[in-house]
């Protein structure tokens, strides 16, 4: 559950498995180290070693007997620190019981070994809170990256980057029995301490004091009351300002629009978002980042019950909108259109929010492409980052015409189109669009810049582990949304 150590050598140690690289080709794969490989080439040919991605041998190192060398496949040329990345995190999986690990890849560059050791360190990622017996082998302990003297390289920032994908990862393994709204609190109030991060917490009361209507009508039906956090990281040189909203359903039954048996596997799941928004903005912080981060984590517990919100009633989000509840399986939308009010009423320069929100993100999709909808130039922007950090966005239109299907005849907005089947993410997004404040309080400003990612998708890997990619919860979007506030403290 916590990252192994990560530096730099100059030769591995002794005791170390030593991992080097195999890059396919039309005459036969090529090996990559800073050693001398010809007598490994003579073993790799032998041994059809195809350099592909997720190929993994180990070998007998024929220069020390007793030792073995393990070959990763790096992936057809032209590499990238994508492929180092992905590399890096397939050998410290397969060498599961190996407690020192050392990569010699011949690379000296800084994005290249700072994507080793992000990789290295997430593909040791291992839950085993719950497990009553010791795993019989230990995930990898120790990684040492090995780079000429001339190379300065600081690896501090895949150590954070790394530690904000295992506290996601930590939070969303954690079951629903155990991770509800208060004790989410609990936890984002520990994982702060010592930071200069700012919180502020809303409980059931001071809810509905201040009438965050769509948190409260939501987690009314549990016997464990919702919360809202705010939290702020405010550095005084700052010059932008980023907004993140997070979707923190701890566990959706659906409601009275209740989910089948199976539908509700996986359901602690949903409130990934929240995970995600309070890892980005502890990052930031640890990073000494120059941009000013505020995180809503909107969190509540779906239940049915004789309190539980029923279809048809109208809730009165933050600011006044109200909404009709025709589904209340639609419940992230009407968490998020508090926080998003709340967020906007602060007037950011750009205004995120990142939830598990729709089924339909799947069969538009598929699991490996994290739709995105919103302003285009900061989708550009985020597209670009994710390309650089190996992670896939696709943009996806918001379509004018989809706002009347939530047209109400009570209230002011539907939070579904009952019976429509088309366009779901699409809709949700509509939907959360309504809630965007503008750049300033002036009647004729623009909206704020807002980026909404859909992950019910991507957050959850269901088969098996690919690259950097783990099994289980993936962290979707939190590494380049590191790197994108990172970009707002440099503009």
Not at 33 to 58: C, H, M, N, P, W
Not at 179 to 201: D, E, N
Not at 322 to 332: H, K, Q, R, S
Request: with cysteine; net charge neutral; hydrophobic share 45%.
């Amino acid at each position: 559950m916590s990252i192994p150590k990560l530096s730099l050598v100059n030769r591995p140690s002794a005791q170390a498995v030593t991992v080097i690289g195999a890059i396919p080709g039309k005459k036969g794969v090529s090996l990559q180290a800073s050693r001398d490989t010809s007598a490994l080439s003579k073993i790799a040919q032998t041994l059809d070693i195809s350099g592909a991605q997720d190929s993994f041998t180990t070998v007998v190192d024929p220069a020390h007997p007793t030792k073995v060398i393990a070959i990763v496949g790096l992936g057809a040329l032209p590499l990238s620190a994508n492929s180092y990345r992905y590399a890096a995190a397939v050998a410290t999986r397969k060498l599961l019981g190996t407690s020192l690990v050392a990569f010699d890849f011949g690379v000296n560059e800084q994005p290249s070994i700072e994507a080793i050791a992000e990789g290295a360190a997430l593909g040791a990622y291992s839950y085993t809170m719950y497990k009553s017996t010791p795993e019989k082998k230990t995930p990898v302990q120790q990684v040492e990256i090995v780079a000429s003297k001339k190379a300065a390289s600081s690896l501090t920032k895949p150590v954070i980057t790394a530690e904000a994908l295992s506290l996601v990862k930590n939070l969303v393994n954690t079951p629903p029995n155990d991770l509800y709204p208060a004790s989410f609190v609990t936890h984002a109030l520990a994982a702060i301490k010592g930071l200069p991060i700012k919180s502020t917490v809303w409980d059931e009361k001071a809810l509905t004091k201040d009438g965050f209507g769509g948190i409260s009508g939501v987690g009314q039906g549990s016997s464990r009351p919702p919360r809202l956090v705010k939290l702020v990281y405010a550095p005084k040189k700052a010059k932008k300002h980023i907004a993140i909203v997070g979707k923190g359903i701890t566990f959706d039954t659906g409601g009275l629009s209740l989910k089948s048996g199976a539908g509700m596997i996986g359901m602690k799941y949903d409130m990934t978002g929240a995970a995600s928004t309070l890892a980005i903005i502890i990052a930031a912080a640890q990073l000494k980042l120059n941009v000013n981060i505020t995180a809503w984590l909107c969190l509540a517990e779906n239940m049915p019950s004789s309190t539980a919100i029923r279809p048809n009633d109208v809730l009165t989000i933050h600011g006044g909108k109200t909404v009709e509840v025709l589904n209340t399986d639609a419940e992230g939308r009407l968490v998020l259109a508090d926080g998003l009010v709340a967020a906007s009423a602060e007037h950011p320069d750009l205004l995120i929010d990142i939830a598990t929100l729709t089924g339909a993100a799947t069969t538009a999709l598929g699991t490996r492409y994290t739709g995105v909808m919103g302003d285009a130039d900061a989708i550009s922007h985020l597209v670009e980052l994710g390309q650089a950090a190996g992670e896939n966005f696709w943009h996806m239109p918001l379509p004018e015409e989809l706002r009347a299907y939530l047209n109400s005849d009570v209230a002011d907005i539907a939070n579904v189109k009952p019976g429509n089947t088309a366009g779901g993410m699409l809709v949700g997004a509509t939907f959360l669009k309504d809630f965007v404040g503008k750049t300033s309080d002036k009647d004729d400003a623009p909206q704020i810049p807002w980026i909404h990612l859909d992950i019910a998708n991507t957050a959850n890997n269901a088969g098996s582990a690919y690259g950097f990619t783990s099994a289980g919860p993936t962290g979707v979007a939190v590494r380049t949304l590191i790197n994108l506030a990172e970009s707002y403290a440099t503009a």
